[in-house]
């Protein structure tokens, strides 16, 4: 489970452990409880994964761990959100090519790998929906934090939200676009080498698949 990861995944494990333990040494408890957060979230899909008994790709675990640090620990604790005026601006757009990805595995799995059932470009417009549905999400969240607890989420409102969907759009097309790409030539160019990665590792949910 854990030992198959990247060492760059565990590397970050080791040090938001550290960074929870010395936190709680000096008593900063704002950084104790972020740290932990953090190092949980970041562990969460290995644990759903395996309770699903879904394999994920090492790389994607990675990948998730990275956007999961650099969101709440590095935008929140070392504030890069303030420090670096595009920090947002690439989280959003990550993640959203994350969810983009994830979103077409969901719809390719619903067909169990039949890569003719649907259009290709249907089979991504369902995909980009559903990134685009995450995204919006976050930024109702977003909005209910700074209501109800006076937090600063949407930083500068309606501005700040509105870039935040706009590239969340823009992260959802790559994610979705390499969807269709997978599709259309068989995951030879783009993010498609993940999702094959994916289906070559869960070929119980891809009973259809077929080159």
């Not at 470009?121 to 006076?150: K, P, R």
């Not at 937090?151 to 269709?180: C, E, F, H, P, R």
């Amino acid at each position: 489970m854990f030992a198959e990861q990247t060492w760059l995944a565990k590397a970050i494990w080791v040090l938001l452990a550290l960074f929870f333990l010395d936190a709680l040494f000096v008593r900063n408890w704002p950084l104790a409880f972020v740290s932990l957060a953090t190092l949980l979230l970041s562990m969460a899909p290995v644990l759903v994964a395996r309770w699903a008994q879904i394999h994920i790709p090492p790389s994607f675990i990675a990948a998730i761990v990275i956007f999961i640090g650099s969101t709440l620990f590095l935008g929140e604790v070392f504030d890069f959100y303030n420090r670096f005026w595009w920090w947002d601006v690439a989280m959003h757009a990550g993640s959203a090519v994350g969810f983009g990805l994830i979103g077409f595995v969901l719809v390719f799995m619903m067909f169990q790998g039949d890569r003719y059932a649907a259009p290709h470009y249907a089979i991504a417009f369902f995909a980009f929906c559903f990134a685009l549905a995450i995204g919006s999400m976050w930024e109702i969240f977003e909005f209910a934090m700074d209501q109800l607890f006076g937090l600063n989420m949407q930083k500068s409102g309606l501005v700040d939200t509105m870039g935040d969907l706009i590239m969340n759009a823009l992260g959802a097309l790559i994610g979705a676009g390499s969807g269709w790409a997978y599709l259309k030539w068989q995951g030879r160019i783009g993010l498609g080498h993940l999702i094959e990665d994916f289906v070559a590792r869960n070929p119980r949910f891809f009973k259809r698949f077929r080159k």
